[in-house]
C-alpha cells in the first residue's frame, strides 16, 4: 500500500526556500551558499554584517528583530534587497520592485535627452547642465570587464564628463548604503583601474557628492 504522505522524519525535516528564485533546500548551509553563489548582492539580497551570522536576507531591519533582537541594527549600509520575491502555497512567486523616479531629461547643454533611472540621475544632469566649466556629458558611455566569484562580468558606469581643462571623470551615481555590496567594489576596482589608464578620475557620486554638485551649481546661476 502507498502511504498518502511521506515519512514522519521527512515531513519535519525543515526546508529553506530561496526567496529569490524559490528552489528549496534541507540545510541552512546550502540555501546560503546557493543565493550568494547565483543571485545579485545588493539587487536581489544583502548580508547581514554579523560576523557570526553573514546569513542573506532581503530585509535588515526584519531579519535583525527576528534572529538578533539584543542587538544594534546598523547605521549605515543597505537596508533592503531591491527586488524580491514573495512565495505562496503554490511556490509561484510574485516579483516587488521598488518604484524609482524614472524619465527623460531635456539637456540643455547637450541639445539632446538622456534617460534616468532615479532622482538622484536626474539632479545630477540638471547640475552639470549649469556648471559653466563643464562642456559636455554623456550616459553609459562603455563597458568595462570585471571579475566577481571568479567569473567574468561586464560593467557599464553611469556617466563620463569632459571639463573645459579637458580632465575626464567617470561617475557612477548610487545611494552611499550600495557602496558596501562586494559585486559593487569589484566593478568601481575595475573602473578605477581603467580609468587611471586612461589619465581619467573614477568617482562614485553619492548623497554627499550630490549636495556639493548642487551647491556649485547655484552658485554657478547666481
Given at each position: 500500500?502507498?502511504?498518502?504522505?511521506?515519512?514522519?522524519?521527512e515531513?519535519?525535516?525543515?526546508?529553506?526556500q530561496?526567496?529569490?528564485c524559490?528552489?528549496?533546500?534541507?540545510?541552512f548551509?546550502?540555501?546560503?551558499?546557493?543565493?550568494?553563489?547565483?543571485?545579485?548582492?545588493?539587487?536581489?539580497?544583502?548580508?547581514?554584517?554579523?560576523q557570526?551570522c553573514g546569513?542573506p536576507?532581503?530585509d535588515?531591519r526584519?531579519?535583525f528583530?527576528?534572529k538578533?533582537?539584543?542587538e544594534?541594527?546598523?547605521?549605515?549600509g543597505?537596508?533592503?534587497?531591491?527586488?524580491w520575491?514573495?512565495f505562496?502555497?503554490?511556490?509561484?512567486?510574485?516579483t516587488?520592485?521598488?518604484?524609482f523616479k524614472?524619465?527623460w531629461?531635456d539637456?540643455?547643454?547637450?541639445?539632446?535627452?538622456f534617460h534616468?533611472?532615479?532622482?538622484?540621475?536626474?539632479?545630477?544632469?540638471e547640475?552639470l547642465?549649469?556648471?559653466p566649466?563643464?562642456?559636455g556629458?554623456?550616459?553609459?558611455?562603455?563597458r568595462i570587464?570585471y571579475l566577481?566569484?571568479?567569473?567574468?562580468?561586464?560593467y557599464?558606469?553611469d556617466?563620463?564628463?569632459?571639463?573645459?581643462?579637458s580632465?575626464?571623470?567617470?561617475?557612477?551615481i548610487?545611494?552611499a548604503?550600495?557602496?558596501?555590496?562586494?559585486?559593487?567594489?569589484?566593478?568601481w576596482?575595475?573602473?578605477?583601474?581603467?580609468?587611471e589608464a586612461?589619465?581619467?578620475?573614477?568617482?562614485?557620486?553619492?548623497?554627499?557628492?550630490?549636495?556639493?554638485?548642487?551647491?556649485?551649481?547655484?552658485?554657478a546661476?547666481?
Amino acid at each position: 500500500m502507498t502511504l498518502p504522505f511521506a515519512p514522519q522524519e521527512e515531513r519535519d525535516a525543515r526546508k529553506y526556500q530561496c526567496f529569490v528564485c524559490g528552489q528549496l533546500f534541507q540545510s541552512f548551509n546550502a540555501f546560503k551558499e546557493h543565493i550568494k553563489e547565483k543571485h545579485k548582492e545588493g539587487e536581489e539580497f544583502i548580508v547581514c554584517p554579523l560576523q557570526r551570522c553573514g546569513a542573506p536576507v532581503r530585509d535588515m531591519r526584519t531579519h535583525f528583530k527576528v534572529k538578533h533582537p539584543g542587538e544594534k541594527l546598523p547605521k549605515i549600509g543597505q537596508m533592503k534587497a531591491m527586488i524580491w520575491k514573495d512565495f505562496g502555497p503554490t511556490g509561484k512567486g510574485k516579483t516587488r520592485k521598488p518604484k524609482f523616479k524614472e524619465g527623460w531629461h531635456d539637456s540643455t547643454k547637450m541639445k539632446r535627452q538622456f534617460h534616468y533611472r532615479s532622482g538622484y540621475e536626474k539632479t545630477v544632469y540638471e547640475c552639470l547642465d549649469l556648471l559653466p566649466e563643464v562642456v559636455g556629458y554623456d550616459v553609459e558611455p562603455f563597458r568595462i570587464k570585471y571579475l566577481h566569484k571568479g567569473e567574468e562580468h561586464e560593467y557599464i558606469p553611469d556617466i563620463i564628463v569632459t571639463y573645459s581643462d579637458s580632465r575626464r571623470e567617470v561617475w557612477e551615481i548610487k545611494p552611499a548604503s550600495q557602496t558596501i555590496p562586494e559585486v559593487n567594489i569589484n566593478k568601481w576596482n575595475a573602473a578605477t583601474l581603467a580609468c587611471e589608464a586612461r589619465g581619467w578620475e573614477f568617482i562614485v557620486m553619492t548623497e554627499q557628492g550630490i549636495e556639493k554638485l548642487k551647491r556649485k551649481s547655484r552658485r554657478a546661476t547666481g
